[in-house]
């Protein structure tokens, strides 16, 4: 049988560097799609539809190992590069400590002041007082 030699560009996501192009608006509807069943990325070739979502994926999956792990710092960090403000307030509601978050007050304020109002507001009636103290 002859060996078939394929490239492994096609069944390896591409690398993400730091010379990346910020694509913040497309990141943020990537995740407003996360609720629906199929979402269509479509783009001709080598306008980067790889890179977009290999970047949106590793920073949600970074996000998703730090917290399983109990890496507040890093998990909330990633959370927010990857755009998904739901789920990082959702890791700050469940690492921070209401008696101990006045330890980590700057932290608490530069992660919050990256957060859309609406999701600030929105949490506003939820059990935690933090976010009625800090918002």
């Known amino acids: 049988m002859p060996e078939l030699h394929l490239p492994v560009t096609k069944f390896t996501s591409p690398r993400v560097g ?6 913040e608006h ?22 980067g539809k790889a890179t977009l979502l290999s970047a949106w994926t590793r920073h949600r999956r970074d996000a998703a190992w730090y917290a399983e792990h109990n890496h507040l710092h890093k ?9 998904d403000c739901a789920y990082t307030a959702d890791l700050i509601e469940r690492f921070i400590v209401p008696q ?36």
């Open 100 to 135: 101990s978050w006045r330890n980590e007050y700057h932290t608490l304020r530069r992660w919050l002041t990256r957060l859309p109002q609406e999701v600030l507001h929105s949490r506003q009636g939820s059990a935690s007082p933090m976010w009625t103290q800090s918002c």
């Open 18 to 23: 730091a010379t990346l192009l910020p694509r």
């Open 26 to 47: 497309l990141l943020e509807r990537l995740n407003q799609c996360r609720s629906l069943p199929l979402t269509l990325l479509s783009a001709s070739a080598s306008f």
């Open 75 to 83: 998990a909330i960090t990633h959370a927010l590069e990857a755009r």
